[in-house]
């Protein structure tokens, strides 16, 4: 089973960026890395993907390392409403159809 | 509008009945899931379907049952075989193989009393 490894929660200053990390030391070389994240009792929301090189987009930016074993979400400036759960995972290759959720990282968002 | 719908949001049983949750897409995407969640827990997926007619068991399937007779419809059966059934029930779609970003319904809260 594909398997991530994130804190179980961080705190961060509204207005400040949040940064969190993820290692998948077991991904292999055409699996992607995806992030989620879920707000309370909803259905969870993608955010953003990477294979190896780094990507921004609207919502956030996603760090790879080199080695590909682990990777970093950023969100620029969080506000209160992007308190959630955040969830990164990786999948396709021989792991294709089959997304496998971990725990996540609760991130709560302080004024 | 397209996407994914779940029916109904909440659902309430009583023990040792079966119950099926309904998951449509309009999406026409080839793959469908089912993943369980629990209170202050990640998800875990039941089965998911890569294409019509097949489906294949995730890391908790034991208790449910799913069909795939039609590419927008992904049922999941919640049997009596299942010990612990109460949970909040999530349905998730995805276009394709090389990029398996999905789309997630806004679940399904089954209690069984």
């Known amino acids: 089973d594909a398997k991530t490894t994130q804190p179980p929660s961080m705190d961060c200053a509204e207005g400040r960026a949040a940064n969190l990390p993820c290692n998948h030391s077991t991904i292999s070389g055409n699996e992607y890395v995806y992030w989620y994240r879920q707000i309370h009792s909803q259905g969870p929301q993608y955010i953003i993907h990477?294979?190896?090189n780094n990507e921004t987009n609207e919502m956030a930016s996603l760090i790879i390392t080199e080695d590909r074993k682990s990777s970093t979400l950023i969100l620029p400036h969080a506000t209160l409403r992007d308190t959630a759960v955040y969830y990164c995972i990786y999948a396709g290759g021989t792991s294709y159809g089959k997304l496998t959720f971990g725990q996540g990282t609760i991130l709560t968002v302080h004024p | 509008d397209g996407g994914i719908t779940q029916s109904p949001k909440y659902l309430f049983r009583k023990e040792g009945q079966n119950v099926t949750l309904s998951c449509e897409q309009n999406l026409n995407h080839d793959a469908m899931y089912w993943y369980r969640q629990d209170p202050g827990q990640g998800l875990r997926l039941i089965y998911y379907?890569?294409?019509?007619?097949?489906?294949q068991k995730g890391d908790i399937a034991e208790g449910y049952s799913v069909s795939r007779e039609k590419k927008e419809s992904f049922p999941l059966t919640v049997t009596s075989a299942q010990k612990n059934p109460t949970a909040f029930y999530l349905c998730?779609?995805?276009?394709?193989?090389?990029?398996?970003?999905?789309?997630f319904g806004q679940g399904t809260r089954l209690t069984v009393v």
């Open positions: 990477g294979l190896k």
């Open positions: 379907s890569q294409i019509v007619n097949d489906f």
């Open positions: 998730a779609s995805s276009i394709h193989r090389e990029r398996t970003e999905a789309f």
